[in-house]
Structure formats: C-alpha cells, structure tokens
C-alpha cells in the first residue's frame, strides 16, 4: 500500500515555527511533484507551495506565504518538509500533503490524510 502521511502539526503561538513532514511510503512509490495545500475552516482548499523533482518551487500568489513559507524535499527518504516561520492566526488550518505520481504511478495523484496547525494569537 502506498500512502503519504504527513506530521508535524500542532498548536503553537502567533510568531511561532513549524515544521511540517510528508512522507512517501510504500514500495517503489516515486513521486515527481510534491504539493502543500491548506484548508481553514469554512474555507476552500488553497495551495500553498509546490516543488517537483528538479527541486524547482513555486508558492501561492500571496507575499505572506513566499516571504515566510519554504517547501523541500529528501529524494533519499522520499519526504516532503514545509517550514513555517512567523506563524499567523490565519495560518490555522489542516495542511495537506498532495504528490503526483510516476513510473508505476504515471498518472495518478495522492493525498495525505492531513495535519492540522493550530495558531493561537
């Protein structure tokens, strides 16, 4: 069975960091484009940042996110990070990890079951 979980998540203050992990597991599960997206309550799922396997990111049209936002990876534990620095009370969401995938999973796309970020003013 392949999956991503993601970890990390947590309650933390206003101005406060985070570190969110997406891990890849399952046999020969290889992705070749990662994606962090969030969901607030009472609100729509929004994208965050993306990396694919050139390492390239892209963040969401919002100057927060990019100026405080890093999205990487390790190819060699198959994993995904998202850093959060200077934390907000709008941040507060369930961050989900999104991967495209290829060779066996050209294709299909996979979801995290989510992490909830709780920030607290």
């Known amino acids: 069975q392949v999956q991503l979980v993601e970890s990390g998540g947590g309650l933390v203050q206003a101005g406060g960091s985070l570190r969110l992990s997406c891990a890849a597991s399952?046999?020969?599960?290889?992705?070749?484009?990662w994606a962090w997206y969030r969901q607030a309550p009472g609100k729509q799922r929004e994208l965050v940042a993306t990396?694919?396997?050139?390492?390239?990111?892209?963040?969401a049209d919002s100057d927060s996110v990019k100026d405080r936002f890093t999205i990487s990876r390790d190819v060699a534990k198959n994993t995904v990070y998202l850093q959060m620095e200077s934390l907000k009370p709008e941040d507060t969401a369930v961050y989900y990890c999104?991967?495209?995938?290829?060779?066996?999973?050209?294709?299909?796309?996979?979801w995290g079951k989510g992490t909830l970020v709780t920030v607290s003013s």
């Open positions: 399952g046999p020969d599960f290889s992705l070749n484009a």
């Open positions: 990396i694919n396997e050139d390492g390239k990111t892209d963040y």
């Open positions: 999104w991967g495209q995938g290829q060779r066996r999973f050209r294709g299909r796309e996979f």
